[in-house]
């Protein structure tokens, strides 16, 4: 499945954005989903994850409360709500998709990889 994330920017201390990412290719209601950031200097790290219904969604420790995941199977697209930001939040920002039978969401192991969108988080 081809992924296009979308929807970053700059953004003040507390603020909101809200994340997009558009799939095409293959039929996303296949697909469980996940979002994953990678600041400057650092690894890439797990930051959401989503089932394939959107039932049943997964958080980092670091976003818990303040970040959203979800999706419409409909229209084949990914989201990720992010309030009360801080500037440790900013990072390139990635969408994933992994095809799977299961019925719960994924921190790991996912097939394909969107081009990431850059979320600046100003102090």
């Not at 997009?20 to 290719?25: E, L, P, Q």
């Not at 709500?81 to 299961?102: G, I, R, W």
Request: charged share 20%.
């Amino acid at each position: 499945v081809q992924l296009q994330a979308f929807g970053g920017g700059l953004v003040q201390f507390g603020g909101s954005l809200r994340l997009s990412c558009a799939a095409s290719g293959r039929t996303f209601s296949n697909y469980a989903m996940g979002w994953f950031r990678q600041a400057p200097g650092k690894e890439r790290e797990f930051v959401a994850a989503i089932s394939r219904s959107g039932r049943h969604t997964d958080y980092a420790d670091s976003v818990k409360g303040r970040f959203t995941i979800s999706r419409d199977n409909a229209k084949s697209m990914l989201y990720l709500q992010v309030n009360n930001l801080k500037p440790e939040d900013t990072a390139v920002y990635y969408c994933a998709a992994k095809f799977t039978f299961s019925s719960f969401p994924h921190k790991t192991l996912y097939d394909d990889w969107g081009q990431g969108t850059l979320v600046t988080v100003s102090s």
